[in-house]
């Protein structure tokens, strides 16, 4: 199955005070951690996309083989970034037939967590005649991103707004969407304490 990955890094992290792109985990930037991850995964295209402090984050993705987006309606909300990963996406590869969409913030998404979510797309589970549409990671009561979309999904995402980002087009397709247990996926980097946090724990480990 030809799956390509959409990593979305528009945001202005004002929740941070600083680009959260740009905080580093073993001495390597966010956003240059999470594209050389997937890099080592079996999906193609992989497209970042760029909207708040651009000019700062780009340099950090210098020489690597991924298509970089400026979404410069980036304020008007994540909707706005997931269709123009997408389109840039299916414009690398006409014959795409699945996008997952990451986040930067996550830094326990891993490239095992990636095969496992492009293999579940291919399964068909006991009692169903097809494999499932979406694969959803699940943390909790959450379920979301890491997240894959097969291909007849692709228009229902393009046709999202503002702020809605993939839960609504996952909560609308709950019967064709398969999960994928991620307890991890409950840490995300959205405050400097939060930051601070996990590096204290990391670092334990």
């Known amino acids: ?113 990636i095969e496992e979510i492009i293999a579940k797309a291919q399964e068909t589970e006991k009692g169903k005649e097809e494999s499932p549409d979406i694969v959803a990671c699940r943390y909790g009561e959450q379920m979301g991103i890491p997240v894959l979309f097969k291909r007849k999904l692709f228009n229902d995402l393009l046709e999202l707004s503002g702020d809605n980002g993939a839960k609504k087009v996952i909560l609308a397709n709950k019967a064709k969407t398969a999960t994928i247990d991620f307890p991890h996926g409950k840490t995300d980097l959205d405050t400097i304490e939060e930051y601070r946090n996990f590096l204290s724990n990391y670092n334990q480990n």
């Open 1 to 113: 199955m030809k799956v390509g990955i959409v990593i979305l890094a528009a945001g202005a992290s004002t929740r941070m005070g600083a680009p959260k792109q740009l905080l580093h985990i073993d001495g390597k930037s966010l956003i240059k951690r999470i594209a050389e991850m997937t890099m080592d995964t079996p999906a193609y295209p992989i497209v970042v996309v760029l909207g708040a402090n651009r000019n700062m984050i780009r340099p950090e993705l210098d020489r690597m083989p991924i298509t970089v987006i400026d979404n410069p309606q980036w304020e008007a909300g994540m909707a706005s970034s997931i269709k123009m990963g997408l389109v840039g996406a299916y414009m690398t590869l006409k014959d795409l037939e699945a996008v997952i969409f990451l986040t930067v913030d996550m830094p326990y998404v891993s490239v095992r967590l």
